[in-house]
């Protein structure tokens, strides 16, 4: 495995690979890896003969006052996991390499990032188109993979690829949870062991969601309804806000069908977690650029 800095390396190899035949995956992170970031890499390395992952913690898809200076880092670490799940190259910038010399171009998808997230993170979905667009310019992948547990983050690259022509494959991986169905994230380690506790609401949330439409309950607003009073009945939450949308266009349904989608988004104490499900279905059936 090779450690590279720089985007001008980074893309020579890259442009090599391709020249002979070689097909590239990339996993793109923020590092501080769990086990549903060495799924990702799993995938990829299956699906490619050269797997690039690269670790960022891209400081403008956080807003002024998010998580950016204290995000949780451990390169040593994530290097050794890296390793064993067999990634060739760990593409690590820095800051500088990526924003520097009067950098001002934003790539911008207009419809799909004015839902869920994106209302309380205006500048969010553009930082992170920005910079995965820089990171495919990079790395030349023939496909990404992406995590389902960011599913508007997954619809959103998949819409960029499509209008962008770039030619990449996005393939999403289903979410990987604790074993108490706590979804991994890089920011469960901020939580209390209370909070921590609190925090499987989330998870119970979709399973009561899953549990309604299953006897039969098809109103988003009743649903929705029965979901913020588990979400509240714990410690320490306030939620963002709690939608059932279609699965493409994000766009808040009434009526729930088969696939709607329910995403949450959920502070518990200062932490704010997020969790989906796409309802009567429990895995598989992510965006996928090419489908
Ligand atoms: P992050 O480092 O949090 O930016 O995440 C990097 C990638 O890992 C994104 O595509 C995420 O959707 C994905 N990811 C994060 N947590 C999980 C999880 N629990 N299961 C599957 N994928 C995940």
Redesign the pocket.
């Known amino acids: 495995m090779e450690t590279i800095e720089s985007s001008k390396i980074m893309q020579e190899r890259c442009d090599a690979f391709r020249l002979s035949g070689q097909t590239i995956s990339l ?6 890896f ?1 086990d ?2 060495l ?2 890499m799993r995938a990829g390395k299956r699906l490619a003969d050269q797997m690039v992952v690269s670790i960022f913690v891209n400081p403008i898809q956080f807003g002024p006052s998010e998580d950016f200076e204290v995000y949780p880092r451990d390169m040593e670490g994530d290097l050794s996991k890296a390793q064993d799940v067999g990634a060739d190259y760990i593409f690590c910038p820095s800051t500088e390499e990526m924003y520097s010399g009067g950098f001002q171009t934003i790539v911008s998808v207009q419809e799909v990032t004015k839902h869920l997230c994106g209302l309380s993170r205006p500048s969010h979905f553009e930082g992170v188109t920005t910079v995965v667009a820089k990171l495919f310019n990079t790395t030349k992948p023939h496909l990404a ?6 599913y508007q ?2 619809t959103v690259i998949s819409r960029m690829v499509e209008d962008l022509n770039m030619g990449i494959k996005i393939v999403g ?5 604790e074993p108490d169905g706590l ?4 920011r469960n380690s901020y939580l209390s062991p209370e909070e921590r506790e609190s925090a499987l609401c989330l998870k119970k949330s979709l399973d009561l969601a899953e549990n309604l439409f299953r006897q039969e309950e098809y109103n988003a607003e009743k649903i929705i309804a029965e979901v913020e009073q588990l979400i509240l009945s714990h410690a320490s939450t306030e939620i963002e806000y709690v939608k059932i949308c279609h699965s493409a266009s994000l766009e808040d349904v009434e009526t729930v069908e088969e696939k709607s989608l329910l995403a949450l988004a959920v502070k518990v104490g200062q932490t704010r977690l997020i969790d989906n499900c796409l309802i009567g279905k429990t895995s598989g059936n992510v965006p996928d650029s090419n489908s």
Do not use: C, N, W, Y
């Open positions: 996993v793109p992170t923020m590092g501080f769990h549903g970031h799924e990702l993979i992406f995590g389902q547990k960011d983050q997954l991986v289903p979410t990987v949870r979804a991994m994230s890089s």
